[in-house]
């Protein structure tokens, strides 16, 4: 009996303390939420002030405050800044702890700090430390999904890590499967769909955070531009409200070749005090304007590079000012911004490492302008450019090929795909003997056109050429979807 009573005494100990620690996402806290979601982040951050001395033991509050540090170092952050925040990481995790586990957020919250700072992590360069995170917050998700089967939250992330999982390229494959890690795309967009079909008949706080989640996958992972878009431009996602719906959707514009719409949001985001300034704004503007052939994109780049303390675009903005100098300016212009793009900045994000890999070898100058009206989804502006183009006056033999390949790009999202097969079959006979990326992406892109025209027979021997050629880039991922092609003709 006694011990019986040592044992029930202990256990109400335990209970008590652990009583002490919980989560409530009070209206308060779901206002510096929602303030956290239009970039009005010290407003939030006064809200959490404020609910940390009348509530210390709302383990929410902690929860709430690392969106903070995820959006401010996700959308304007540095290396330095990173480093400063990260601490952040273990002191709330340490407090999460502490929480009540009988709550669906004890489980919940510790994974999604933990996916806050992977993803951060992949930006600032450590992404074996980030897989490792997010193999940790999967672990928590499934074992939480078993304990509280209708928490609707947990959903949204687990599907997106299993979509995120999905994408890791073939021979890294074993990796998941020895992490004991779920690659299951349609299992994960099942359940995101769960998410955003619950939103649409109850009131869900995370609403907007499962759409900006799922649109970005949608775009890396299926590739699948209009769904994509269709996601993220929705009546939830309002960019004159919210300066990360305007971000957001920005980014996905400039991803999609919306480059008209891009440049609209950039200039009609929201302004006032409130919210985080910030700088890659201008970069994408001043991108953008490039795509549109603007003699005012130098302006906008020039002032991201002066205002801004992040290595992060650097390297980009100085070789869109070398393309400025081609076009609009002078050869010694052009030459200090290429060595600039080789000195300056950071090859840390993908932009910068295109810069770092482009800025040896830059296109002449009519084959540049129809590259930047492609890139900003202006075809039949950029068909019109290539058509001014006597190819032979190219002495290389990459240019050449990249006027065959831009050509056949240009006239196939135009939808003029009897020239479009034309200029890559071009392509290919022209760059055969060669490891350009254009060769092997023309082979592939002829099988997708013939496969949709249902003439097996040529898809086939197409895709069979792509998986014969080399590349000098995305080699897998083109070999990969040739396969795919042909057990799709079996």
């Not at 969106?67 to 709330?92: A, C, H, P, T």
């Not at 290389?396 to 790009?409: E, W």
């Not at 021997?461 to 880039?473: P, W």
């Amino acid at each position: 009996m006694k011990k019986w009573l040592l044992v029930l005494s202990s256990v109400l100990f335990f209970s008590s303390a652990y009583a002490e620690k919980n989560y409530t996402f009070n209206n308060n806290l779901k206002k510096a939420y929602e303030k956290i979601m239009q970039l009005k982040l010290e407003e939030a951050n006064q809200i959490i002030k404020s609910e940390r001395r009348s509530n210390p033991s709302n383990l929410m509050n902690e929860f709430i405050a690392d969106y903070i540090d995820y959006y401010s170092l996700l959308v304007n952050g540095s290396s330095s800044q990173f480093k400063k925040l990260e601490r952040n990481k273990d002191i709330r995790l340490k407090k999460m702890q502490g929480g009540d586990f009988m709550s669906p957020y004890y489980l919940y919250t510790k994974a999604e700090i933990k996916i806050h700072w992977a993803i951060l992590r992949t930006q600032y360069g450590d992404k074996l430390t980030a897989f490792r995170e997010l193999r940790s917050a999967y672990k928590l998700l499934e074992s939480n999904q078993k304990k509280f089967p209708k928490f609707i939250a947990n959903k949204k992330s687990l599907g997106m890590l299993r979509t995120i999982f999905s994408a890791i390229p073939p021979e890294y494959q074993w990796s998941t499967r020895a992490m004991g890690v779920s690659r299951d795309f349609n299992r994960g967009h099942k359940e995101i769909q769960e998410v955003l079909n619950y939103s649409k008949k109850y009131k869900f706080i995370f609403e907007k955070e499962a759409r900006i989640i799922y649109s970005f996958l949608l775009l890396s992972v299926k590739n699948d531009e209009v769904k994509a878009w269709k996601m993220i431009n929705h009546a939830s996602i309002d960019p004159k409200t919210s300066l990360l719906a305007c971000f957001i959707q920005m980014r996905v514009a400039m991803k999609i070749r919306k480059n008209t719409i891009a440049i609209r949001l950039i200039e009609n985001r929201p302004k006032s005090n409130g919210y985080l300034d910030i700088p890659q704004m201008n970069y994408w503007l001043g991108v953008a304007k490039m795509r549109t052939l603007d003699k005012k994109a130098n302006t906008y780049l020039k002032q991201y590079i002066n205002s801004n303390s992040s290595p992060d675009y650097i390297k980009s903005s100085y070789l869109y000012l070398a393309y400025y100098e081609q076009l609009f300016g002078t050869v010694v212009n052009k030459k200090k911004y290429i060595n600039l793009c080789k000195t300056k900045g950071s090859s840390k994000n993908y932009e910068d490492k295109k810069a770092a890999v482009f800025s040896n070898d830059l296109y002449p100058k009519t084959l540049l302008k129809a590259q930047l009206l492609f890139n900003g989804g202006y075809y039949s502006r950029s068909s019109k450019m290539l058509k001014t183009i006597n190819v032979t006056v190219y002495k290389k033999k990459k240019n050449q090929i990249r006027y065959y390949f831009l050509s056949a790009r240009a006239a196939d999202k135009g939808g003029n795909t009897e020239q479009a097969s034309s200029f890559y079959k071009k392509a290919i006979t022209a760059g055969k003997d060669t490891k350009y990326y254009y060769v092997c992406q023309s082979a592939l892109n002829l099988g997708e056109l013939y496969e949709i025209k249902k003439n097996k027979l040529e898809a086939k021997k197409y895709y069979n050429i792509c998986l014969k050629l080399k590349s000098d880039r995305h080699q897998s991922g083109y070999h990969k979807k040739a396969k795919a092609g042909l057990k799709r003709l079996k």
